[in-house]
């Protein structure tokens, strides 16, 4: 017992200090035909940044993602929208004025404390 409260205060205690920006890509069409692509927003989220292991950088590198990055963040229901195949590759987000793709969200087993999302750089 003692050893969980520790572990449990550690994930408590853990800081989330990166701001990230999460848009839903929309698409309008004019007469049928595709006209334009928009971003509304769909959330600001604070983060914490973490790298790919070896095993999973090697992975990525292989699938085609060079600059993969991890984000960590605290599990709220409103992101349980990101299970939806069709809405996951509508996702974009802005982190350091740089855009990424959501490549998979990872709810580690449906524990509803922490979320990973991978994503990878677009521009």
């Known amino acids: 017992m003692y050893k969980d409260f520790n572990k449990k205060q550690k994930e408590l205690l853990e800081v989330f200090d990166r701001k990230i920006t999460i848009y839903i890509r929309e698409d ?7 006209d334009e692509e928009t ?5 600001n989220i604070y983060v914490k940044v973490q790298d790919m292991y070896s095993d999973e950088f090697y992975q990525a590198s292989h699938a085609g993602y060079k600059d ?8 709220f229901p409103k992101l349980e929208v990101f299970r939806d195949d069709n809405i996951r590759k509508k996702v974009l987000i802005e982190f350091e ?3 990424y793709e959501l490549i998979r969200p990872d709810y ?4 509803k404390e922490v979320i ?4 990878n750089r677009v521009s």
């Open 28 to 34: 309008t069409y004019v007469d049928g035909r595709k």
């Open 39 to 43: 971003k509304v927003l769909f959330d």
């Open 68 to 75: 993969t990055l991890i984000f960590k963040t605290r599990y």
């Open 97 to 99: 004025k740089k855009t």
């Open 108 to 111: 580690l087993n449906d524990n």
């Open 116 to 119: 990973l999302l991978k994503v």
